[in-house]
Nanobody, 124 residues
Framework: QVQLVESGGGLVQAGGSLRLSCATSGRTFSTYTMAWFRQAPGKEREFVVV????????YYADSVKGRFTISRDNAKNSVYLQMNSLKPEDTAVYYC?????????????????WGQGTQVTVSS
């Protein structure tokens, strides 16, 4: 069982930055593909970004490409999301998720473990 705990959310003005962190339990973090998803009020949860187990590759949703950067530190069992040039439409609850095995993709149903989410609010 893997437990995920997100932190770093908050209220920021448009154009600002936030850095989300996701700390995980367990000693097998490096075997999990990690991803960030988000859910805005009244909308379905959507994919944001995924990073491979080694951290050598990542894939971003078009809506955040060039503004968000994912990274991971396997020694610290953590994954991060640096969010720059934030827009009001980035307002959502952000979730980190873990998928064991070799899956690397955007399908939320392939991710077995989820954090509780952290709220990001961007004011205009």
């Amino acid at each position: 069982q893997v437990q995920l705990v997100e932190s770093g959310g908050g209220l920021v003005q448009a154009g600002g930055s936030l850095r989300l962190s996701c700390a995980t339990s367990g000693r097998t973090f490096s075997t999990y593909t990690m991803a960030w998803f988000r859910q805005a009020p009244g909308k379905e949860r959507e994919f944001v970004v995924v990073i491979s187990r080694s951290g050598s590759k990542s894939y971003y949703a078009d809506s955040v490409k060039g503004r968000f950067t994912i990274s991971r530190d396997n020694a610290k069992n953590s994954v991060y999301l640096q969010m720059n040039s934030l827009k009001p439409e980035d307002t959502a609850v952000y979730y980190c998720a873990a998928s064991p095995g070799s899956y690397y993709g955007i399908n939320q149903y392939e991710y077995d473990y989820w954090g509780q989410g952290t709220q990001v609010t961007v004011s205009s």
